[in-house]
């Protein structure tokens, strides 16, 4: 088993140990579990707080002076490869509080990691719906991945909507239990490759058998359709991206919470140097620099149709020469990444003039 499938149930085995199948939000971070990620490029501690987030401890009842920001992303908003405190989320939380930054006086910004694996727009609702509006946000920022398209269109094969069409929860893939909490099964999952593959096997053959009958047929998505699907099939894509993005726009309106939507590049974006190992298992030509993908405008029109603020840092991954910026075999950000990435981030919120300046001026 370990020679067949040491570099899937490898990472897995470690990756349980703080991350289980969820059957309201598909998968998520367990609260209170540490661990170590753990790939043939990085080995990076995780620990969870009591909220589920991989990030620290906040109070449940904001501090006085405290503004607090939820980020919500992906496994690069997560922080795949790197510390905590290297993470795009927490470079923007020490920027804002450091002497001499765009905070008022006896203010104080929280931003708090809500980033997590392979999460999209319908995700990202549920999450807000389940967990994410009790942190009491004073802002949400959401980072836009093109890798939204396909992952929404798969997760809603499996979600159930209430009547009125709102998603009530996504089911877990192939799983009809999560892993299981008993120290026994724990140890088994973290060193038995053979009963990591077993288990698969029998949660996937139940899921088969008594649960897939009741749910819509699992699309076959390409994870790189922004890059080379047709127009019809990422325009239908992006339908779905566009009507999650709206129902999290009329949560947030609801509750009088404002939102910022943040899009970012892929590595297959910015050189041929940049994700050079890892393109090959995903079919992308080795050299090749992609143009970014037409649904980054779909996306700024929804945003100014909404007046929704939106922040897109194509150009300052561009411009920047100081690389590398991605991990060249797994092709997430590495902390250089994460680095240049938070100082956009901040330089768009906080230029002269701009909505984000003035809200980041006038809270108190």
């Known amino acids: 088993m370990r020679l067949k499938h040491e570099p899937l149930y490898g990472f897995k085995a470690h990756e349980l140990a703080f991350r289980n199948a969820d059957f309201t939000l598909s998968s998520a971070l367990i609260p209170n579990a540490q661990g170590v990620s753990v790939t043939p490029e990085w080995r990076v501690p995780y620990a969870i707080n009591s909220w589920g987030l ?33 993470t ?15 905070r008022r006086p006896a203010v104080r910004y929280e931003v708090l990691n809500g980033g997590s694996a392979a999460y999209s727009p319908l995700l990202e609702y549920l999450f807000l719906r389940q967990r994410g509006l009790q942190f009491a946000p004073d802002l949400v920022i959401l980072f836009y991945h093109f890798t939204d398209l396909p992952d929404d269109t798969a997760y809603e094969a499996r979600t159930l909507f209430d009547p009125q069409g709102r998603p009530m929860r996504c089911l877990p893939l192939k799983r009809i239990r999560a892993h299981g909490r008993h120290p026994v099964e724990r140890w088994l999952s973290r060193h ?34 922004a890059y080379r699907g ?45 994700w050079a190992e890892g393109r090959g298992a995903r079919d992308l030509a080795a050299g090749r620099v992609f143009d970014q993908p ?55 919120l906080t230029a002269r003039g701009t909505q984000t300046a003035r809200w980041l001026g006038e809270r108190d």
């Open 54 to 86: 991989r990030d620290r401890e906040y109070p449940a009842g904001k501090p006085p002076g405290t503004v607090r920001i939820l980020a919500l992303g992906d496994s690069h908003i997560e922080g795949f490869g790197v510390r905590i405190e290297d």
């Open 88 to 102: 795009v989320v927490k470079r923007l939380e020490a920027a804002l509080n450091a002497p001499g930054g765009p």
């Open 192 to 225: 038995s490759r053979a009963f990591l593959y077993l288990e698969h096997k029998l949660n996937a053959y139940g899921y088969k058998r008594f649960i897939a009958p009741h749910l819509r047929p699992e699309p076959d998505v390409d994870v790189f359709a």
């Open 230 to 274: 047709s127009p019809d099939e990422v325009a239908a894509m992006w339908a779905r991206n566009q009507r999650y993005l709206g129902l999290i726009d009329d949560l947030l309106r609801a509750r009088g919470i404002p939102w910022i939507l943040v899009s970012y590049p892929s590595a297959a974006e910015l050189s041929p140097e940049e």
């Open 294 to 348: 037409s649904v980054i405008a779909s996306l700024a029109a929804f945003a100014q149709a909404r007046r929704v603020p939106f922040i897109d840092v194509y150009e300052d991954f561009k411009a920047e020469r100081q690389g590398p910026l991605f991990y060249p075999l797994d092709g997430h950000m590495n902390a250089r990444g994460h680095e240049v990435f938070a100082a956009a981030l901040l330089r768009r």
